[in-house]
């Protein structure tokens, strides 16, 4: 990388002064397969805000969500460079970090995708998932917690009598929001959003764009969108990627 | 123009193709009925001795079938629950755990494995009989466990292979999405990529199913022999029914044998379909049990 472009990607800052820092990457690089695909980022996002990231396909917008919570770890051949910083339970953390196990991470930092994907089991089921998967038994605990995620996603009342059908029966606004809820019942402190209302009708999209808001006080959102709409619509911030290099 | 008649000619060839298929499956199950119908009774498996008194394992059967059927339902269950863990597990590891070079070189390998003639694999069996007989003074002989390892080696390949691809072509957003939700690799396997790729696994498993209650090169040199009666335990000899077709077809002396010899091919025919249904059914249950308990 010669010097120039160096320069001009050495550090955007897109935090204001009385807002605090939620994540830090310094000097952040990707590559896939000998493929640079994220060039030097360096930027800090602010906690309970919406940043939204568009650019063209390609660019490397779902590349960075993955880095922060570690995906990409689960696909061969992609390597990384750089620090990546997160406030955590009052504490900055890298989470690279050898003695941070990326399954308390992804815990923390948790995921929804652009295409609504409930498991083939049954909504209840689908939102006590990841409660299993952290090893809680206490049944009253589990029931309460699916509850107020569902309650949360404005999910609860159309769905309280039916909790035993299967998830993959709900209407596609429905659907994400399920997925919105199994993602919110570990309480995670980051919420990453890969096009969340890309597969969506404008009526479902509007619904999950109002549930975004309210999620702001309680997590720091990153979205990935395509639409500029919806973007000044909720965002705070708004970051710019073309070619793996970010700006504001 | 041209086009049209070669779409036309592509069609009916494909219909010609499929209705000989179903008549010459049909044909042979014909043939077989009008050979061996005569002989289906129930003297053909249970012989003179009273069906009851058999069953309870109270008298020795002598001249049915029921030691031929007995014995390919032990080889089965032997060989099956020697080569399901196996390789399941094994298809797991070259799905999940094997990367780079190491799983170039077994990919080649389990290709090996699956074409080498089940006459060979006898061969090995019966090497590795010899063997066994040499180092523990002549206590082991040929016998239903050898046989049983040689046929869960001869199936292994497929059940590697079909677990694999299974695990494999699992959608990519199924594959992510427990792990987004803090499962380990581990939990991701049994709770999400098992259940959903089961009954490709169990399609196979079906397969190998098959595969060991027809094999007669195997058991033939690892075991089978033409009367031993019920075996008493896993270093027994014992009969089946490919071997006993085999033996009859070659070596029959009057009508009345070759008659009992076809009988012996619609029983194994029927206790494959049998196996086949029953093998549908639990993978059908064990899907729903496995997603939504």
């Known amino acids: ?248 | 123009m041209m086009g049209k008649f070669f779409e036309k000619s592509v069609t009916a060839l494909s219909w010609i193709a499929g209705i000989l298929l179903i008549t010459s499956l049909l044909l042979l199950i014909a043939y077989l009925v009008y050979e061996g119908g005569s002989s289906l009774q129930l003297s053909l498996i249970f012989g003179d001795t009273a069906p009851l008194d058999a069953l309870m394992l109270k008298r020795q059967v002598f001249d049915g079938l029921l030691s031929a059927i007995v014995g390919t339902l032990l080889l089965i269950i032997g060989s099956m629950f020697i080569a399901i863990p196996v390789g399941v597990a094994g298809g797991i590891y070259m799905a999940e755990y094997c990367r780079g070079k190491m799983k170039s070189l077994l990919n080649l390998a389990f290709d090996i494995l699956a074409g080498v003639p089940s006459i060979i694999v006898g061969l090995a069996g019966l090497l590795l009989t010899i063997f066994l007989n040499r180092n523990f003074q002549g206590q082991i002989s040929t016998c239903l466990l050898i046989s049983c390892f040689s046929l869960a080696s001869l199936v292994l390949p497929y059940l590697i292979r079909t677990t694999q691809t299974a695990l494999e072509t699992v959608d990519p957003v199924i594959r992510k999405t427990a792990l987004v939700l803090g499962a380990s690799r581990l939990q991701n396997i049994t709770m999400v990529l098992l259940p959903n790729s089961i009954s490709a696994i169990i399609s196979g498993v079906i397969l190998a199913t098959g595969r060991c209650a027809e094999d007669t090169a195997v058991i033939m040199l690892t075991g089978a022999v033409a009367t031993a009666g019920l075996p008493r335990s896993v270093f027994d000899q014992y009969e089946a029914l490919p071997f006993y077709i085999y033996y009859i077809s070659s070596q029959y002396t009057g009508p009345d044998e070759l008659a009992q010899g076809f009988g012996a091919a619609i029983i194994l025919l029927i206790l494959c379909t049998g196996l086949l249904v029953s093998t549908l059914w639990i993978q059908r249950r064990l899907s729903i049990m496995l997603l939504y308990r």
């Open chain 1, 1 to 248: 990388m010669d010097t120039a472009t160096t320069v001009n990607n050495a550090a955007v800052q897109v935090t204001t002064v009385e807002v605090s820092i939620k994540i830090r990457t310094q000097s952040l690089c990707f590559y896939y397969r000998r493929q640079q695909v994220l060039h030097d980022i360096s930027l800090q996002l602010p906690a309970n805000k919406i940043t939204a990231i568009t650019g063209p396909s390609g660019s490397g917008k779902s590349t960075f969500l993955m880095v922060l919570n570690r995906l990409w770890e689960e696909v061969e051949g992609c390597g990384i460079s750089g620090k990546v910083t997160m406030e955590l339970g009052g504490h900055f953390k890298n989470i690279h970090d050898s003695t941070f196990p990326v399954r308390e991470l992804r815990r923390e930092v948790a995921m929804v995708f652009q295409q609504p994907n409930p498991l083939p089991m049954s909504i209840y089921k689908n939102i006590a998932f990841p409660l299993r998967l952290a090893h809680v038994n206490d049944k009253t605990r589990i029931k309460e917690n699916v509850e107020s995620a569902l309650r949360q996603v404005c999910l609860w009342d159309e769905v309280k009598d039916r909790l035993g059908d299967d998830g993959r029966l709900l209407s596609g606004g429905q659907q994400q929001r399920l997925c919105l809820a199994r993602a919110l019942v570990l309480n995670p402190e980051v919420l990453l959003l890969d096009e969340p209302t890309s597969s969506l009708d404008p009526e479902a999209s509007k619904a999950i764009e109002e549930l975004l808001l309210t999620l702001k006080s309680q997590c720091t959102l990153i979205m990935v969108s395509h639409y500029q709409d919806q973007i000044q619509r909720i965002a705070d911030l708004h970051i710019k990627v073309l070619n793996g290099r970010f700006s504001t």
